[in-house]
């Protein structure tokens, strides 16, 4: 059994920043695991130009998440927090010695892990903070790029059995304080 490959990104966002920030970086890094026929798009930020996908399931569920966190953020919660994209493959459950379980089970065989902080920079810091942001979201499109064409990147990859956007089950998650919400 293959272990779970995990991939981190850590951000620093500030309000005005976060949702477009976010919904960049989630749709990029389906942009990089769905083995299906995408349709792509692009997203502007901080004139760093991010690849996306343009489907409607995903972009729903990119959005839902992404204004999850940001409520969590807004109603006082922490300052950080983390969004999860975990991509599975099915196959059949395994029983015991004489036990047949049957069925199939998701087993993870990669997660990238978005570490967000919020902090509210001053005006005199405003082009700084951008900046930075910015040269780590090149950073981001360059790990992920470097990851998803690398050996270690392309082996974690179980057999494409199926069609379809995604060929394997993948879930976002939104973590605040290690706890998952929503």
Do not use: C
């Not at 769905?34 to 349709?39: A, D, E, P, S």
């Not at 978005?114 to 090149?138: H, K, M």
């Amino acid at each position: 059994m293959s272990s779970l490959s995990t991939i981190t990104i850590d951000l620093v966002l500030d309000r005005s920043t976060i949702k477009d920030v976010l919904r960049a970086m989630l749709h990029s890094i389906l942009f990089h695991r769905l083995f299906g026929i995408v349709k792509p798009q692009t997203f502007e930020v901080l004139d760093v130009t991010m690849p996306g996908v343009s489907d409607p399931e995903v972009e729903q569920m990119v959005h839902e998440k992404v204004d999850l966190f940001w409520k969590s953020i807004e109603n006082g919660g922490s300052k950080r927090g983390q969004i999860l994209v975990t991509f599975s493959e099915k196959r059949q459950k395994k029983g015991g010695w004489f036990v047949y379980s049957g069925g199939e089970e998701d087993v993870p065989w990669e997660q990238w892990v978005i570490n967000a902080e919020i902090r509210q920079p001053l005006d005199r810091d405003r082009l700084t903070f951008d900046s930075t942001l910015a040269a780590t979201l090149t950073k981001s499109i360059q790990t992920m790029l470097t990851h998803t064409s690398s050996e270690r990147g392309r082996s974690v990859v179980p057999p494409i059995t199926h069609n379809g956007i995604s060929p394997f089950p993948f879930k976002l998650a939104v973590k605040m304080g290690g706890v998952e919400i929503g």
